[in-house]
């Protein structure tokens, strides 16, 4: 008995249809539909967020005002940055684990999903001199 030599081998497994455009159909209906239902499931999501409190915080080249913020505690809220000073500015939280730098000028935001009841000490990183802020998380009424 003989083998088959390398060249039989090479045409053989040239001779028969190209099973790939299938596989490629099939991988983007998938992606395609993965793409849809997730974004299904953001939109409502964003429709949500639109309800969140937004508390405001602003910059103004080592000024951080306000310095004590309250918000709600045990849910989600979002702070608006805004940043009215010639130079940058950074929010940085170490209890929040949160930092954000804002350039002259821009405005920006974070989402804060869920807080205990506390404070929770922020400051501008970029201007070490000025003085550190508070944000108060307060339990809801009732």
Same mark, same amino acid.
């Given at each position: 008995?003989?083998? $088959?030599? *390398?060249a039989?081998? +090479? *045409?053989?497994?040239?001779?028969?249809?190209?099973?790939r455009?299938?596989?490629? +159909?099939g991988?983007?209906?998938g992606?395609?539909?993965?793409?849809?239902?997730a &974004?299904?499931?953001?939109?409502?999501?964003?429709?949500?967020?639109e309800?969140?409190?937004?508390?405001?915080i602003? &910059?103004?080249?080592?000024?951080?005002s #306000?310095?004590r913020l309250?918000v709600?505690a045990?849910?989600?809220?979002e702070?608006?940055l805004?940043n @009215?000073?010639?130079?940058?500015a950074?929010?940085?939280?170490i #209890?929040?684990?949160?930092? +954000?730098?804002?350039?002259?000028g821009?405005?920006?935001?974070i989402?804060?999903?869920y807080?205990d $009841?506390?404070?929770y000490?922020? &400051?501008?990183?970029? @201007?070490?001199?000025a003085?550190p802020?508070?944000?108060?998380?307060? #339990?809801? +009424?009732?």
């Open positions: 008995m003989t083998l $088959p030599s *390398r039989w081998a +090479k *045409r053989v497994a040239t001779d028969h249809p190209d099973i455009p299938e596989i490629r +159909k991988q983007c209906l992606l395609t539909t993965a793409l849809l239902l &974004f299904s499931i953001v939109s409502p999501a964003a429709a949500i967020a309800d969140d409190p937004v508390f405001t602003t &910059f103004n080249d080592g000024e951080v #306000p310095l309250e709600p045990e849910t989600r809220f702070i608006r805004i @009215h000073g010639q130079t940058p950074e929010f940085e939280s #209890p929040l684990s949160k930092e +954000k730098v804002i350039g002259p821009v405005s920006t935001f989402v804060i999903k807080l $009841p506390g404070e000490s922020f &400051f501008d990183d970029f @201007h070490p001199d003085a802020a508070i944000l108060v998380a307060v #339990p809801p +009424k009732g």
